[in-house]
């Protein structure tokens, strides 16, 4: 069964692409990225590769001691490598707003927003009393995009370069609650599920890339937003969760990847000039995929949109 694995895509990658593989040759040295989620998993190895092709990272990390010890690691590694850690909470609206009011006043461009940060947690609220997962997962970065969405409207006029928006979501998004989002439960532990509310979530990330395109077509803005599935791997998002042995159980552990692997399709968003001019597609395995019809439902998205907008206003 690990031909699956190795079986190229259009792209000229597979399920078995590192991260390193799809950037191979690619100079990001002029470019500035934000990375959630970059003190571990998928985040820290995306942020190793970008800063190994030149990009300047900047790690959104909520254990600062945590991204401390990435970037040295990383740096070891590659003593060339450009990088800041700077604190960020996304369970919590006030230290997103925090971090993106610090990042606009440092006045560094910003070409690549890496939405990358997730976890699959028991029912509890978030500081702002929001469903801990929607929040992480999805509502922080719903607001971190919008708090730099000027910033990265402006890197991209005055560059001339496309900036790129990228949300890791999940396979997991196909398995949302009936109608895909709670809009009028979002807070009910009632008909909770760790696992149907992180796909919740996951959904979420798409609906928004998807909404995010079709607004810059309309403007006429040069970024691009598109979302991706990293594949199954094992990393700490389970942590407070058996989802991974329900999984891996009825799947196979064949089909784990490991953290290289499973950091390639984001940075092969990112990074990969086959990617230029693509926005509002799904990828899995550095390819163009198909996202559910759910994910694929424009008037969810404006739906979710307008709600979000409403939740982040009414949380100041």
Known sequence: ????????????????STAEEVTQGIDGSGLT?????????????????????????????????????????IVNEIPRAKLDALELDLSSLSSVRKFASDFS??????????????????????K???ELNFATNYLGHFLLTHLLMETMKKTANESGREARIVNVSSNAHHFSYPGGIRFDKLNDPSGFTTFTSYAQSKLANVLHA???????????????????????????????????????????KFLLRNV?????????????????????????????????????????AKKLWDFSMNLINNKK
């Not at 926005?279 to 163009?288: D, P, Q, T, V």
């Open 1 to 16: 069964m690990l031909w699956l694995l190795s079986r190229k895509g259009p792209s000229g990658f597979s399920a078995s």
């Open 33 to 73: 990225a934000i990375v959630t989620g970059a003190s571990s998993g998928i985040g820290a190895e995306t942020t190793r590769v970008l800063a190994l092709r030149g990009v300047h990272v900047v790690m959104g990390v909520k254990n600062t001691n945590s991204g401390k010890r990435v970037k040295e690691t």
């Open 105 to 126: 006043a440092s006045g560094i461009p910003l070409n690549i927003l890496i939405n990358n940060a997730g976890q699959a947690t028991s029912f509890k609220l978030s």
């Open 128 to 130: 702002d009393n929001i």
């Open 210 to 252: 998807n909404e995010l395109a079709r607004r810059f077509k309309e403007d006429g803005v040069n970024i691009t937003a598109n979302s991706l599935h990293p594949g199954m791997i094992v990393t700490n998002l389970y942590r407070q969760s058996n989802i991974v042995s329900v999984l891996t159980n009825k799947i196979g």
């Open 260 to 300: 290289q692997q499973g950091a390639a399709t984001t940075c092969y968003v990112a990074l990969h000039p086959q990617v230029k001019g693509t926005s509002g597609a799904y990828f899995i395995n550095s390819n163009l995929a198909k996202a559910s019809s759910k994910a694929r439902d424009e008037d969810l």
